[in-house]
């Protein structure tokens, strides 16, 4: 989609960390921006500094999690701004995972946001860019963590990997449409902090005992957050793919090794097997 301005974007997970730089960098293209998230006080601050860049921001309140929710967050955009042309599917929370702390409740609630949110989002609007005619994008934010096993074991390994399948899918079928996957590796964010959206259907999380692997790990992944790419960055990246049309968006050009190990150990275990 070559030409943003006078378009309109939709964001989830927009009310903070990838979602707000991709609302900013909308609204700076000249697009309408309409914010969607769970956490009300920093949706409100966000959808203001937007503001001061462009007076057709707007918030709503959204549990992508929660089909019926991003329903209700889809027809807020159309009575705002009529059509909507870009829709980011990006909100993402993190939990524990390993194998000596399987959590359900865990796995259940990154699924759900993550994958679950993705899908959500996808389900509806697609209809309603393929009937207005007016052209349409679709960026589903995965990670690095979709592309290699660095994570090991988690739910958040399971849930980026089902969202960079389910992108590659839909490019083949969304044509003449736009389809985006997001692959950032760490990035300056809250989502260290995504305990602070965790509803309350899905438990609590158990605190890991700070001398486990477990823990330092998290520690370690806490760091790399600390020291990861600017979010406006990630998002400039983005409205370049956009406008080119490209399938994956990657922002950390140092992850190819990882890749590469991973398909080569692929690739070896193919050439393994006999013709039948
Ligand atoms: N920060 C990184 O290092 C990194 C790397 C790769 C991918 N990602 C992905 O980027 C996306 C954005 O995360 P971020 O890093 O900006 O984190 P963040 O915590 O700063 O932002 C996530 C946003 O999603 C919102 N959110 C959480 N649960 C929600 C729900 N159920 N419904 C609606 N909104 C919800 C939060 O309120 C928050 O505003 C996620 O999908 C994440 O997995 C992040």
């Known amino acids: 989609m070559r030409e943003l301005a006078g378009k309109t974007a939709f964001v989830t997970g927009g ?6 730089a991709l609302g900013r960098a909308f609204a700076q293209s000249g697009m ?21 860049i462009s007076p057709d921001v707007s918030g709503t309140i959204c549990d992508v999690a929660d089909a019926e929710s991003v329903e209700r967050a889809a027809q807020a955009s159309f009575d705002a701004f009529g059509r909507v042309h ?18 359900l409740d865990n796995w259940r609630w990154v699924i759900d946001v993550n994958l679950m949110g993705v899908l959500h989002g996808i389900k509806s609007f697609l209809p309603h860019i393929r009937a207005h005619g007016g052209g349409g994008h679709i960026v589903n934010t995965a990670s690095m963590a979709g592309m290699q096993v660095g994570l090991g074991f988690s739910p958040y390994g399971a849930s980026k990997f089902a ?18 996957v ?31 692997p477990a823990a330092a790990m998290v520690a370690a992944i806490a760091r790399n957050i600390d020291a990861g790419l600017e979010p406006d960055t990630v998002a400039a990246r983005v409205l370049t793919a956009i406008r080119d049309d490209k399938l994956y968006i990657f922002t950390h050009p140092g992850m190819r090794d990882e890749v590469e190990a991973r398909f080569a150990a692929i690739l070896a275990a193919m050439d393994g097997v006999s013709p039948p």
């Open 182 to 212: 997001l692959c950032p590796s760490f990035v300056r964010t809250g989502i260290g902090a995504s305990e602070r959206n965790r509803p309350e259907r899905y438990g609590q999380s158990q605190p890991l005992d700070p001398t486990s």
């Open 163 to 180: 969202v960079v399948s389910m992108s590659e899918g839909l490019a083949h079928q969304l044509k003449p449409h736009g389809i985006g």
């Open 32 to 52: 309408k921006v309409m914010l969607a998230d769970i956490e009300a006080d920093a949706l409100q601050a966000a959808v203001k500094s937007l503001q001061e």
């Open 15 to 20: 009310a903070a960390g990838i979602g707000l």
């Open 86 to 103: 870009v829709v980011c599917n990006n909100a993402g929370v993190a939990a524990g995972g390993g194998i000596d702390h399987i959590s």
